[in-house]
Every structure is written in structure tokens, then in C-alpha cells.
């Protein structure tokens, strides 16, 4: 790149209504590392919110060095028409987008422009699973829109293989436009967060083992399957699970809890700011996910040394765990296969230094460069096909 030239303009949408109170999700904190690592690589990044009345503009960790755009709308319709304003005045070069909703905002409103930034779409989950959950017209509806739409982008990011292949396979995407880019999860932050201390009963000394789950309490988690693993491993050796996360699955899960007879056992105490310092005192950590789109949490674990088990679910956990390398996989929806691989890792577990250094390969400076490479890429070849058809 040339450094006499102005710096590359990144307009990152990132995902839309945010709820006030609530964290960031996955998939906002992937928006928010590559925000400032593209700030650290000397480009020009406005990230574009669209926060809920009584939400925070600000994403929480963001760069100085990024500015942040209201769009002051908390509706997809009427932040159509603020973004628009916002490519017509401020002219970027690229717009990355993240997520279905930021995805559809970004192509509509970058249709009506004469002369549109490089659009750069994010798909950060398993549609096809996704949308399986769907009413049927609704699935329809929504699988015709990205076939016809997402092509108009100069390429898509696809957060794993799985990922670019459902891509492919489901929903038609030229291979040519699908670009396989990892989540970047590793920082020093997250680093300085895992070393914060922990005071939590369930880690004393000389208490049992604690297994645990980090996630949002949904059908995709599949903590019904966790908890019935678990059920079947506290018979054969003393332990505890630990589930932190909130969401609209828990009252069945209490319930099951409850059906189990694990409530001295079994503790759901809701969404914790930081999990890191849990991941880095837990004796095992567990992904019982149905289906991801990559799996952060799973990378963050191992980031802490802590030994993990994962469902093999599509996808991500292979391509993270290197197909069982760093942690046993076990196929979805399977208690008694879950459970075993539980046991057998509480028994045998990883060396702890082997599962920090598998995680530095999804570090920030990596996803930089390749989201450099790509912007780059699809900013001279939008150069070549104007000049040819001017």
C-alpha cells in the first residue's frame, strides 16, 4: 500500500440494536477487534451504530483512534435512510458489514448509489441451520433474498470452512466471492481479563471439579444435552457444572435441573461480565452447541489453558480443535458420547501450555492482515472494471 496515498476509508455496520444492558455479543466483539486492528494498520475506520433507545453508542473497547457514527435509529427502515446519507456525505471506500440484517441494510442502500463503496459482507453463522428454525415462508423468503443479493457484493467473509461451504452449497454464492477469514479472538486484553482474580465458592480449594458452559440460554447451546451428560458423569466421580449465560431456555433448563435432582450440583447463576477467570480455574470446559458459525468461546478456553470438549458440530469446533487435536469431539445431541468424552478428559487432560500456544493462531494481527489483503484486493479490481468501462 502506498503510504503517501490517503489511508484506505473502512466503514464497519456493525450489528444492528443492540439491547440496552446487555453485553456485547460474539459477533459484536469480532466488529469491535476488527475495527482496531485495522486502526492499527493505518486505515481510516468509522464504525456505524445503530443502538436502541436508552443504548450505548459506544462499543466497549473500541479504539481511539475509530470514530463512532450514530446513525440515531433504532429501526432497520429508518436506518436505510440515515446510512445512505451517511455513504452519500462521507463517501468510504469499503463497507463491511456483519450479520443477515447489516448484510440486506448495506446492499440496499448502496443500490442506490451512483458510485458505491466496495461492499463487503460477514456471515458469521450456519444459515441453513439458522433458518431451519424458521416458519417455512419465512425460510423461503429469506434463502431467496441472499441468493439473489449477496452476490452484489464484492465478496462475502465467511468466518469458517463450514461456513463458506454452506454458503456454497445452500445458497448458491459464487465460489470466486467467498473468502474463508477466521474470528479474531485472541488480544492482550482478553489476556489481562482472564488473569483477573476469581471469587467464587465452587473454586476453593479442595473442592470438586467444576465443568463449564459459556453461552446464551437457547436451543443452539443444547444445555439439555450438557446437563443430561453431566448427570451420567457426577454418578461415576464427584463435580459440578456451571453454565453462566442468560436467555429464554432457562426455565426448561431449571426444570431439567430439577428432574435430575442436580440443583446442589448443577448452578445456572445468569450472564457474567467476565467468564475468562472462570474458563482459567475450571477443570474442563464444554461446548454442547447444536450447530456455530465458528465458536468464539471455544478459542477463548483454550486461550486460558483450560481443557475443552466440544460437539462436532457444523461448524468451527473442527477447524478450532484441529480435528480433536486440542480436545475431544463428540456428535451432537449425544449424552452418553458427551459424557465419556468428559470423563476421559477429566482423567487425561492436555497439557495446559500446549492449548494456550493452538489458540495464538486466531490472534488479531492475523485477521488484520488478511481483511487487508482482501480490502485491497477488492478495491483494485473495483478500479479495473470502472477504467475498462468508462
Not at 449425544?334 to 476421559?344: I, N, S, T, Y
Request: glycine share 8%; net charge positive; with cysteine.
Amino acid at each position: 500500500m502506498n503510504t503517501t496515498a490517503a489511508p484506505i476509508h473502512v466503514a464497519i455496520l456493525s450489528p444492528l440494536q443492540r439491547k440496552p444492558g446487555r453485553t456485547q455479543g460474539g459477533l459484536e466483539v469480532v466488529v469491535t477487534h476488527v475495527a482496531n486492528a485495522l486502526c492499527r494498520k493505518g486505515l481510516k475506520v468509522d464504525v456505524l451504530v445503530m443502538p436502541p433507545r436508552g443504548g450505548d453508542p459506544n462499543p466497549p473497547g473500541l479504539d481511539e483512534l475509530a470514530r463512532v457514527v450514530d446513525l440515531k435509529s433504532r429501526h432497520k427502515l429508518i436506518g436505510f435512510f440515515t446510512l445512505l446519507d451517511y455513504l452519500r456525505k462521507e463517501r468510504p471506500d469499503v463497507l463491511l458489514t456483519a450479520g443477515h440484517r447489516s448484510n440486506m441494510l448495506a446492499l440496499n442502500a448502496t443500490a442506490l448509489l451512483s458510485s458505491p463503496p466496495c461492499v463487503i459482507l460477514g456471515v458469521h453463522n450456519m444459515l441453513s441451520r439458522q433458518m431451519s428454525q424458521f416458519k417455512p415462508l419465512k425460510r423461503w423468503l429469506r434463502t431467496r433474498a441472499i441468493r439473489r443479493r449477496y452476490p452484489r457484493g464484492e465478496a462475502v467473509v465467511a468466518v469458517s470452512g463450514g461456513v463458506a461451504e454452506d454458503l456454497r452449497g445452500h445458497f448458491r454464492i459464487p465460489r470466486e466471492r467467498i473468502h474463508t477469514i477466521h474470528n479474531p479472538v485472541v488480544t492482550e486484553a482478553l489476556r489481562r481479563r482472564a488473569a483477573e482474580p476469581l471469587d467464587h465458592p465452587w473454586f476453593s480449594s479442595g473442592a470438586p471439579p467444576v465443568i463449564l458452559a459459556v453461552g446464551r440460554l437457547r436451543p443452539q447451546k443444547d444445555f439439555a444435552t450438557l446437563i443430561r451428560a453431566f448427570h451420567i458423569l457426577q454418578k461415576r466421580r464427584p463435580c459440578r457444572l456451571l453454565i453462566l449465560g442468560e436467555g429464554r431456555e432457562r426455565p426448561k433448563l431449571e426444570a431439567l435441573v430439577r428432574e435430575l435432582e442436580l440443583e446442589s450440583r448443577v448452578s445456572l447463576p445468569g450472564f457474567v461480565e467476565n467468564p475468562l477467570p472462570f474458563m482459567r480455574h475450571a477443570a474442563l470446559f464444554v461446548l454442547s452447541s447444536a450447530w456455530e458459525g465458528f465458536g468464539n468461546v471455544l478459542v477463548e478456553a483454550l486461550s486460558t489453558g483450560v481443557p475443552v470438549v466440544s460437539t462436532d458440530c457444523p461448524s468451527g469446533p473442527r477447524e478450532i480443535l484441529e480435528g480433536g487435536r486440542y480436545g475431544r469431539l463428540v456428535p451432537p445431541g449425544d449424552v452418553a458420547a458427551l459424557a465419556a468424552a468428559m470423563q476421559e478428559t477429566l482423567d487425561s487432560p492436555p497439557e495446559r501450555e500446549l492449548l494456550i500456544k493452538s489458540a495464538t493462531r486466531f490472534g488479531v494481527e492475523s485477521t488484520a492482515n488478511a481483511y487487508l489483503e482482501l480490502l485491497t484486493d477488492c478495491l483494485t479490481a473495483k478500479k479495473e472494471h470502472e477504467t475498462t468501462h468508462e
